[in-house]
């Protein structure tokens, strides 16, 4: 992955970011065509596999278990109900499953176990897996490797100077260090903003700052509008203008020209124009599906006809890099061994029962 080397400082991005719309989309969809092909953009479902109920204090996040939200929180679903799901996403033309936990950091128990055989499951259904999971260490990183996990999710957010206005239970370098182990485990990277949080055009950009101060810039770059939940702190924040998402989209894309720039939280405020300037600007991916975790999202139909009007075919799995292979996981062998033996101690149990007479007198 590369950047630019034309807009490597913070004052020629916000300059970029700056420059007429039309003339900032018009080199976006330049550089989109010298790596990318424009006429395809990945469909990706999102999937929250657990609910609510978190320790952090994200302030945009209806998650967080400090927030009064109304959220209907649930616990870790099930391996058969994520194979479900993940059927019916590919179905309707996804080649992406993202699946989301609101943990703090992944824990080295048994949700862990299930989260790893999803991936493995997954991964063998031909779709590419994404997780994100919170905080991560390396040898989750590599376990999560092993079981086939494509892409790690962990967004940034926003500028290291802005972050702490809207985060305080995690540092920024916590995020930098589990992008890095993710990273190390040759897992690809998928980090990303949000914008509408009241942050100013020097945050925007100084967030694709901290991507180009990264010896590899993410291989995925989602650029998220605040949704703006009530409940949160950030409930009052007014929505931004599409214009800011195009803009957003469009810097990205020319900073990172072989980064996927993905169209992600806010598009239902969105016009069919607004996103079609998205995707000329560079976006090539959107997450399909009535819902982005727990917020609205445009339905799979909707997305199909925005397809068909714009010309715009879905991408396919792995264009990017190869499936990776799952490999046997020895905690789920070890697991899958014990409940064989015991099966087969409860068999032989049963045979050699006898059952004693009693003799009525
Ligand atoms: S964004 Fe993630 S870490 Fe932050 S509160 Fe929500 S679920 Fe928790």
């Known amino acids: ?11 020629q991005l ?35 596999i657990k609910t609510g109920g978190c320790s952090e204090d994200c302030g945009y996040c209806p998650q967080a278990a400090r927030y009064n939200t109304g959220l209907d929180a649930h ?7 994520v194979i479900e799901q993940a059927k019916n996403a590919k179905a309707n033309g996804s080649s992406r499953l993202c699946m989301g936990a609101a943990w703090r950091e992944v824990r080295d128990n048994k949700d862990f176990d299930s989260v790893v055989e999803m991936v493995q499951e ?53 995020r930098l260090q589990t992008i890095e182990n993710a990273r190390k485990a040759g897992i690809t990277v998928c980090s990303g903003g949000i914008i509408g949080m009241g942050e100013a055009v020097e945050d925007r950009v100084g967030l694709l ?13 989602p650029i998220n509008a605040l949704v703006a939940v009530e409940g949160t702190p950030l409930e009052d924040q007014k929505p931004i203008e599409q214009w800011e998402l195009i803009r957003m989209v469009a810097t990205t894309r020319i900073a990172f020209p072989e980064s996927i720039v993905r169209l992600s939280a806010g598009r239902t405020k969105m016009s069919l124009e607004g996103q079609a300037l998205c995707f000329l600007a560079g976006a090539g991916s959107i997450f399909a599906g009535d819902k982005l975790l727990t ?50 101690q409860l068999d032989e149990g049963s045979k050699n029962f006898q059952a004693r007479k009693i003799t009525i007198e």
């Open 75 to 81: 616990k870790l679903m099930s391996v058969e109900s």
């Open 1 to 11: 992955m590369k950047v630019n080397p034309a807009y490597s400082t913070k004052e």
């Open 122 to 174: 997954v991964n063998n259904l031909g779709m590419e897996v994404c997780c994100t999971l919170g905080m991560m260490n390396e040898d989750q990183a590599k376990r999560l490797k092993n079981a086939g996990l494509f892409a790690y999710n962990h967004n940034l957010d926003t500028s290291k100077d802005y972050y702490k206005d809207i985060i305080s239970t995690r540092e920024y370098e916590d």
């Open 295 to 344: 917020t609205p999202n445009p339905e799979f139909n909707e997305d199909k006809e925005m397809f068909d009007i714009l010309g715009l075919n879905p991408k396919k799995a792995f264009t990017e890099g190869e499936q990776p292979t799952t490999y046997p996981d020895e905690v789920l062998e070890k697991k899958k061994k014990a409940a064989e033996l015991r099966a087969q």
């Open 14 to 48: 916000i300059e970029l970011y700056n420059k007429p719309l039309l003339e900032l989309v018009f080199e976006a969809a330049s550089i989109h065509r010298q790596f990318h092909n424009p006429r395809e953009v990945q469909m990706s479902s999102l999937l929250s």
């Open 209 to 221: 700052m901290s991507y180009m101060e990264m010896e590899t810039p993410p291989n995925s770059i």
